[in-house]
């Protein structure tokens, strides 16, 4: 990826939610085409919080509800669009599943199969969730830095 330094970075939020024990991704419709996490940019006067909870509802029609934040994503050539960077929130749905018409198609994956699916994941989605299930197998990699 060419960098050019008067682009926009962009903030997003992104999401590794549990409904009914799986993790609700999305089928992208446009390009770039594939599985991704619910997320997408920030808007001016919001929270990262606030764009991941409007985000989710958006693409998947879900509540989500927050339990913490997982981790920060900032490499320039994560996303073929241009530069972004991403915090990664971890949460719980409930409600009924809504597609975004043209736009998106909500999947539901249980983690134990999620080497059955890592291909097709875009941007660092396959990353992020990876890096997930290392930090619940193994506590202590999920520790602060000080």
Same mark, same amino acid.
């Given at each position: 990826?060419?960098?050019?330094?008067?682009?926009?970075?962009?903030?997003?939020?992104?999401?590794?939610?549990?409904?009914?024990?799986?993790?609700?991704?999305?089928?992208?419709?446009?390009?770039?085409? *594939? &599985?991704? #996490?619910?997320?997408? %940019?920030?808007?001016?006067?919001? !929270?990262?919080?606030?764009?991941?909870? /409007?985000?989710? @509802?958006?693409?998947? *029609? &879900?509540? #989500?509800?927050?339990? %913490?934040?997982?981790?920060?994503? !900032?490499?320039?050539?994560?996303?073929? /669009?241009?530069? @972004?960077?991403?915090?990664?929130?971890?949460?719980?749905?409930?409600?009924?599943?809504?597609?975004?018409?043209?736009?998106?198609?909500?999947?539901?994956?249980?983690?134990?199969?999620?080497?059955?699916?890592?291909?097709?994941?875009?941007?660092?989605?396959?990353?992020?969730?990876?890096?997930?299930?290392?930090?619940?197998?193994?506590?202590?990699?999920?520790?602060?830095?000080?």
């Amino acid at each position: 990826m060419k960098i050019n330094k008067k682009e926009k970075i962009e903030c997003c939020a992104d999401i590794i939610a549990f409904y009914k024990s799986k993790v609700v991704v999305v089928e992208r419709l446009s390009f770039p085409k *594939g &599985l991704a #996490l619910v997320g997408g %940019r920030l808007d001016v006067g919001e !929270s990262l919080e606030q764009c991941a909870v /409007r985000e989710f @509802k958006e693409e998947t *029609g &879900l509540n #989500l509800s927050l339990d %913490r934040q997982f981790k920060t994503y !900032s490499k320039p050539n994560r996303d073929p /669009r241009g530069q @972004k960077v991403s915090t990664v929130f971890i949460g719980k749905a409930k409600g009924l599943i809504k597609n975004e018409v043209g736009k998106t198609k909500v999947l539901l994956i249980e983690l134990k199969n999620f080497n059955n699916f890592k291909r097709k994941f875009v941007f660092d989605h396959a990353q992020i969730l990876e890096d997930y299930l290392k930090s619940i197998n193994n506590p202590k990699r999920n520790k602060v830095i000080e």
